[in-house]
């Protein structure tokens, strides 16, 4: 037996990239977007321990996927380098480091803050593992469209976290995620289309090929236009945020189109890579308006639901 | 490929630093963990620490 079978080999620094750290900013940005959004009030230190469950929960959640995923991981370029396909973190490893911050963080954030927003968190670490990750990833082609909901519950969970009750107003801030996740990787696996054919995930350019994905990307960046104005409808946003919503979601249609249109050759992959980092810019860019709203003291339209009663 | 020579097998000083780094982020975390039950407790309970009748 060689030395290496009988103990860890990892480093701290190993097991803290378990945890995917780039997804983990986004989701601390959008649930800390939530949380400051809610109507109410809550201590300054009860809303950071909120974000950190929440960022501890996504650290999580990216463990028990690295675990699950580590056979397709070592096949493609972009993830061979991840711990558990390196052989740095055992896969055992990463699935008790998973369990064991998926666990912690709902109990501290039930015992610390509230248990609605725990439960929520729970719900999403364990769509994103066994519903995603375990179940649909190398079964449907919409593999995205269902895990990019996991993705997009993040500000629901700080709104909740504020409120302690769901609210449909959160909603909307969940809807803008989840519309945006599948154009948003479907640009992004445009030109890495012989990675995921390798480890035969059934990603849409592998599946249905690439025109197909270049016609849903568009389909999604028109949707992407009304949906993205529903945070100034559910009165979560106000004229800010609608003016910019809209510039960048028509900017995002624009790229989208190009997408389409030049869909042969080198600017084929560059109108792609454009639009994937543009859709990084463009979701950054939304969240941050409605922080720009709060602090200039612009207050959100009035519901829409006001106008019914 | 660059991955290839992380994986051969460490020398065991090697591993004793890493597991020795490991333990010590396990009792800051710990720590850290035990503070901020601490911390969120005191804030929670506000003024009401104060109010309790006996």
Not at chain 1, 34 to 47: E, F, K, Q, Y
Not at chain 1, 99 to 108: E, I, N, P, Q
Not at chain 2, 9 to 14: D, H, T, Y
């Amino acid at each position: 037996m060689t030395a290496e079978a009988l103990g860890s080999t990892a480093s701290v620094g190993d097991y803290l990239q378990l945890l995917k750290p780039r997804v983990m900013s986004l989701v601390v940005f959008t649930a800390f977007v939530g949380l400051t959004l809610a109507p109410g009030s809550v201590h300054p230190w009860v809303a950071a321990v909120a974000i950190l469950c929440i960022l501890i929960g996504a650290g999580a959640a990216g463990a028990l996927n690295m675990w699950y995923d580590a056979d397709i991981d070592a096949l493609m370029a972009r993830t061979a380098l991840r711990p558990v396909p390196r052989g740095r973190v055992k896969p055992g490893e990463a699935l008790a480091f998973g369990l064991f911050l998926a666990g912690t963080s709902v109990f501290m954030l039930g015992t610390l803050v509230n248990w609605t927003a725990a439960a929520l968190l729970a719900f999403t670490i364990f769509f994103y593992v066994a519903i995603y990750t375990i179940w649909l990833k190398r079964l449907t082609v919409q593999n995205i469209v269902i895990g990019g909901a996991a993705g997009a519950f993040p500000p629901m969970i700080g709104w909740t976290a504020v409120t302690g009750s769901l609210d449909l107003a959160s909603l909307t801030l969940v809807l803008v995620l989840f519309v945006w996740t599948p154009p948003h990787f479907w640009a992004l696996s445009l030109y890495r289309t012989g990675d995921y054919a390798r480890a035969g995930v059934p990603m849409l350019p592998v599946v249905a090929g690439t025109e197909e994905t270049r016609r849903q990307i568009l389909i999604y960046s028109v949707v992407m236009l009304p949906v993205s104005m529903l945070p100034a409808l559910a009165g979560v946003a106000g004229w800010l945020y609608a003016a910019a919503a809209l510039v960048l979601s028509a900017v995002f249609l624009g790229l989208a189109y190009i997408v389409r249109r030049d869909h042969e050759g080198r600017s084929a992959n560059r109108a792609a890579k454009r639009l994937f980092t543009y859709s990084l810019f463009y979701l950054f860019g939304l969240f941050l308006v409605l922080l720009i709203e709060r602090a200039l003291g612009i207050g959100p339209f009035p519901p829409l639901t006001n106008l019914l009663s | 490929m660059s991955g290839e020579s992380e994986r051969g097998v460490l020398r065991p000083e090697e591993q004793e630093r890493r597991r020795r780094s490991r333990s010590i982020a396990i009792a800051l975390a710990l720590a850290a963990m035990a503070v901020l039950f601490f911390i969120t407790t005191i804030v929670r309970l506000g003024g009401n620490v104060a109010d309790r009748t006996f």
